[in-house]
């Protein structure tokens, strides 16, 4: 009897906790970043490296490693390499990261919301941008979230370095 009172007073008091606890999922991004010589374009690292998902029952926090601002950085500078010219800079701050799933879509679905805020400067004359990715999947398989947050952080990533790219390359030269 007193087993049984034990295990019904531990699920009222989970029960009263909401019953959920958040989950940190650590996540390798190392094959996301390759080297590249374009010292002239720096991401500032963000503010909040976690990168949570929203929309579930039970809070889920991913943990990138390296984060997302030193793979969007790698990923820019692979990217835009080409389009260097003398006297070209490119600084990007403010950088932001959120998965959110969507249960209710049929298929259900995930998606990354990635954004920053980049400042060109050629030569004397300057420009600034916020540039944004919203890259979605089908959900992943077995709540897999460190697999779709490489995808779509990959995706997002090449999706703001083409409209990065497209400016600089607008830029007088």
Known sequence: MKKFAWVVGSALLLAACGGSQETRVPVALGSLVAPSSA???QVD???EPDVPVRGLDDA???TP???VSDVLQARLRHALEPSYFTDLVVHCEQVSAEMRMDTEATPASITLELGAH???NARGLGSNATYHASPSMP???HADYAKALASLLATGADDIARQLRTDVDATAH
């Open 39 to 41: 010292p002239w374009l």
């Open 45 to 47: 690292p963000q503010d």
């Open 60 to 62: 889920v926090t991913l």
């Open 65 to 67: 490693t390296p984060s």
């Open 118 to 120: 980049c400042t060109i």
């Open 139 to 141: 959900a992943p398989a």
